[in-house]
């Protein structure tokens, strides 16, 4: 029913395709993004919503769709008063998922060529949090104070990290010392929970090991969650597309940017996608499914690792399978032309006792913005690599 990811190419080069009026001619990137349009989904500071509008602009960019693309806009200018306050915004609530939505700030304050200041007023305000934020005895950021104290998730590297990395990148592109902070955040995840043999990690850790969870020497929790591995995946293309080549952590950051793409690789099911709980001997095991934002994730981070020169060719044929897969399995046609996204597993917390019992008894949603825009992030680079 669906093209797959090469014969879609045939598609995207055939004027006649494009001139039908049958929306299944529309690249799959604008036609999510325009189908959430109608499915009530609000912007707001949550890291979810960002992620999602994100995707929705990666869309409306790509294909210079102005509708789609005065709506995100607007949707992201809403949430930041004239005087550059940031809506429902607590400078003494520590938690990196609430820093996600700088991202959404600094595209929109460079699309805007700097003109919109009260942008850069709103992630200066982010960003100076940072300079408070409560630490780990060796540097690395809480997940969230008080709760999650000592703790690191990969996920919060992506939520924190790509943020400090482009606002860096903006302002104080000559700040070595912000620099190195962010090459830590990831030294020190590495350190804890990648495992040298499976090129995965554990989903995260806590530096003073007093989680149910925690191994008593790493400080690890026991299993590899996807998502957790496909935001970090992704932090680490991202945050490579602007760290400087010059200094020292570059170097890190692209050996474990490609020793975890080995590790990607080797654990991709052969269906294409990827098991929500990753470490062995659970892919298969009862209870266990193919999840669908991590597959989106890996997609989208290999595709566009390759389109960087991060990734080597290679790799390309690991994220075509995956997409292929995404459009078989998960991308739903809804009965009035609409696309539904489907598969994607509503959390995994280390607040739980981080048992694969605890993972694999979380609900699975429809049209979670946390697969759903990653879905369109990975399309956007996959009609980018068909343009090319
Ligand atoms: C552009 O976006 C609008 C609004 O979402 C949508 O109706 C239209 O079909 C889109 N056009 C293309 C070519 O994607
Ligand atoms: C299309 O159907 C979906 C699923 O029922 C619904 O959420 C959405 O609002 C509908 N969109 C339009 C434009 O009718
Ligand atoms: C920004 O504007 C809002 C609404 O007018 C006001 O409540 C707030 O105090 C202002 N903040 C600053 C820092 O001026
Ligand atoms: C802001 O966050 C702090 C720390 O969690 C909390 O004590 C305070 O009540 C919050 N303030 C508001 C206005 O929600
Ligand atoms: C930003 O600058 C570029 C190049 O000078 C120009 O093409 C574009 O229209 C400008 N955008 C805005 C929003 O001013
Ligand atoms: C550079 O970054 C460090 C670490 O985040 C910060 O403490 C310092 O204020 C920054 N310096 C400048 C000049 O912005
Ligand atoms: C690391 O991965 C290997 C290969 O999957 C596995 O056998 C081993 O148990 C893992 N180690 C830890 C500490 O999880
Ligand atoms: C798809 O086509 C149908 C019928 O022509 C239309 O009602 C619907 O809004 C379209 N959906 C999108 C996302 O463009
Ligand atoms: C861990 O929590 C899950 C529910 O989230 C429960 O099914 C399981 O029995 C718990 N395991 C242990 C060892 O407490």
């Not at 520590?94 to 007023?121: C, P, W």
């Not at 982010?126 to 709760?147: A, C, K, N, Y």
């Not at 026991?222 to 080549?245: C, I, N, S, T």
């Amino acid at each position: 029913m669906y093209s797959s990811a090469t014969s879609l190419a045939l598609l995207a080069c055939s004027s006649i395709a494009l001139a039908a009026s049958d929306n299944t001619t529309l690249p799959y990137s604008t036609w999510m993004a325009t189908s959430f349009l109608s499915k009530s989904q609000t912007m707001n500071s949550h890291y979810v919503a960002s992620v999602l509008h994100e995707g929705i602009e990666k869309a409306a960019t790509l294909h210079q769709n102005t509708s789609l693309l005065n709506y995100v806009s607007n949707a992201v200018s809403a949430q930041v008063l004239p005087n550059g306050t940031l809506l429902n915004w607590n400078s003494s609530f520590y938690s990196v998922d609430e820093l996600r939505i700088g991202n959404n700030l600094l595209h929109f304050y460079l699309a805007s060529n700097r003109t919109e200041t009260k942008y850069a007023v709103a992630a200066s305000a982010l960003r100076s949090q940072l300079d408070r934020w409560p630490r780990t005895p060796t540097g690395g950021f809480f997940h969230r104070d008080p709760v999650y104290r000592n703790q690191m998730w990969l996920d919060g590297i992506y939520m924190a990290d790509t943020f400090y990395a482009t606002y860096t990148h903006i302002f104080e592109p000559a700040n070595t010392t912000a620099w190195n902070d962010i090459a830590l955040q990831f030294d020190l995840v590495e350190q804890h929970t990648r495992n040298k043999t499976s090129n995965l990690l554990a989903h995260g850790y806590d530096e003073s090991k007093k989680a149910v969870w925690a191994d008593p020497v790493t400080g690890a929790c026991p299993h590899v969650w996807d998502r957790a591995v496909g935001w970090y995946f992704m932090a680490l293309v991202e945050v490579l597309q602007v760290y400087p080549k010059n200094l020292p952590g570059y170097a890190r950051l692209r050996g474990y940017l490609t020793t975890l793409a080995d590790g990607v690789e080797k654990a991709q099911d052969e269906s294409g996608g990827w098991w929500l709980v990753m470490d062995e001997p659970y892919p298969g095991m009862k209870g266990n499914y193919i999840e669908a934002s991590a597959t989106a994730m890996f997609t989208y981070g290999i595709l566009k690792g390759i389109r960087t020169g991060l990734l080597e060719e290679r790799r390309r044929p690991t994220a075509l399978k995956a997409y292929d897969l995404m459009l078989d399995r998960f991308v739903t046609r809804e009965k009035n032309g609409t696309l539904s996204f489907d598969g994607t597993v509503v959390v995994g917390s280390l607040s739980s006792n981080g048992s694969y019992e605890y993972y694999v008894n979380v609900p699975i949603a429809r049209n979670d913005g946390k697969g759903a825009g990653p879905f369109m992030f990975a399309s956007t680079e996959l009609e980018l690599w068909q343009q090319s």
